[in-house]
């Protein structure tokens, strides 16, 4: 496994950001999470994606639209996706394409901000109506 996979340990913000664009596949083979922000981060950098189909992971990608999702109890499907996207190519990089699309628009922070205010704003109202 050591001549396929490089361990990286401790990275500053931009040696990060510089692994995740040298990167041909970005896995989360989490069995539990929310909204993963590492997810987010290699969608909006453009790699593709295998991760496992746990909580909000599906809110932020679509399978076979974004990236790969595989369900959590299945660790032979994450291989499985793995070796496809290795074999697909530029196909890979279209689907990689595909996630900083979707994740501009979904991880936009003045978007986030605006509606996160108006859901304060009708809390608000609410309140003081009743």
Known sequence: ???KIEFLGSLSG????QAFLDANVFVLPSTIENSPNSLGEAMLLGVPC?????????????HRL?????PSTAPYMLAFYVENI???GE???AVGAAARAHAGVTHDPEKNLADLLEIYERL???SAEG
């Open 50 to 62: 295998v991760a496992a189909d746990v909580g909000g992971v599906t809110t932020m990608m679509r």
């Open 14 to 17: 931009e040696e990060m950001k």
């Open 86 to 88: 290795f074999a697909q």
């Open 124 to 126: 608000a109202k609410n």
């Open 66 to 70: 974004e990236g790969e999702v595989y």
């Open 1 to 3: 496994m050591e001549d």
């Open 91 to 93: 196909a890979a990089e």
